[in-house]
């Protein structure tokens, strides 16, 4: 079984429970722990696999609990930093009456995630490098370790695994330099994971159909594009194939669905040998990409990402 490593943002979300109130007059606040590559990495442990973080808390409560959730699920925290300098990054969200978000980013340590923290790390210990970080994309040390990483996972023939999680309310102006380091890591990919509004933001496209073409000639990896209930569109070499998933009874929160997905592609990915998963058949990914669905799908029905991931089992890929 290859190990997988997860790079990236390891935050706080802090959700107003005071519905339709502005972040400037709620009182009530749910704490969740989150990030993109904690949530990928904590499913990837759920699911059976082996797997490791590596990204940068503060050394306050909120970096502990960060820590002691990803030790709950077995995931590995060597490479957890606890920044003495700078506070555990935080998300301030809100849900407005009109449907709209109010959103506040409070960006402290995971910016300053270094590989030269770690000076007995190596790659050779892993089979895949998963980058799912959009933070990674607004500057600071991270941005550096995640494109150090990828070239040398490339040079030294890792799977290496890329979503970009965009987020609208971080890049509203940035949107040509998110698109453009999203390319950087889809170039060199062997898998990568976007959402229907990713699919269309990075190809400029105003139709799925073509997005999702445009992605085909431009990248010759595989890839997906999740649909919500309606499935995913896999590609796989000349191939665009559309995955079904599963009908969810009652759907509480998507909070963490796309995270679920990568997690068992991961999750699955990491039982085959090195060489193996960069040379598996049609059937192969059709099966990967169905118990995806299923992960993502599952997910759905439990409030909150992390509280979700703790229902996962390999038992749900048997359905």
């Given amino acids: 079984m290859e190990k997988v490593l997860c790079v990236g943002e390891a935050l706080i979300d802090m959700i ?26 904590a499913a990837v442990a759920a699911l059976g696999g082996f797997v490791d973080i590596m990204a940068c808390v503060g050394s306050d409560p909120f970096g502990v609990q960060l820590i002691k959730e990803m030790e709950s699920f077995g995931v590995g925290t060597s490479l957890m930093k606890k920044d003495l300098r700078h506070f555990t990054t935080m998300a301030f969200v809100s849900l407005m009456e009109n ?17 030269e923290d770690f000076p007995d790390f190596s790659l050779q210990h892993y089979g895949i ?7 990674a994309f607004l500057g600071g040390s ?7 990483l990828l070239n040398e996972a490339r040079t030294n023939g ?27 890591c889809i170039h060199q990919a062997d898998f990568f994971k976007v959402s229907d509004e990713e699919a269309k933001l990075l190809t400029k496209c105003d139709e799925l159909d073509d997005a999702i073409h445009s992605l085909k000639i431009n990248t010759s990896s595989v890839f ?16 665009i194939l559309l995955i079904p998933s599963i009908q969810v009874p009652k759907v509480q929160d998507t909070t963490g669905a796309g995270d679920a997905f990568v997690g068992a592609v991961l ?13 598996l058949d049609r059937d192969a990914w059709c099966k990967i990409v169905k118990n995806g669905n299923i992960a993502g ?7 909150g990402a992390m509280e979700a991931f703790k229902q996962l089992s390999r038992d749900i890929f048997n359905m």
């Fill in 267 to 279: 999750s699955q990915l990491s039982q085959f040998t090195l060489q193996d998963m960069k040379n």
């Fill in 99 to 115: 449907g709209e978000r109010d959103f506040v980013f409070s960006r402290g340590a995971d910016g300053h995630l270094m590989k």
């Fill in 297 to 303: 799908a599952k997910t759905c029905e439990y409030m």
């Fill in 224 to 239: 997906a594009v999740t649909l919500g209930s309606q499935g995913t569109a896999l590609r796989y070499q000349d191939d």
């Fill in 158 to 184: 890792l799977f290496v695994s890329f979503d970009p999680n965009y987020r609208h309310l971080l890049f509203s102006g940035e949107k040509d330099l998110f698109s453009e380091n999203s390319w950087k």
């Fill in 142 to 148: 991270l941005h550096k370790t995640y494109f150090d």
């Fill in 16 to 41: 107003c429970t005071d519905k339709g109130s502005s972040l400037s007059e709620g009182l009530h606040f749910l704490k969740k722990t989150g990030g993109a590559p904690t949530n990928v990495a």
């Fill in 129 to 135: 490098l998963h980058l799912g970080s959009a933070t």
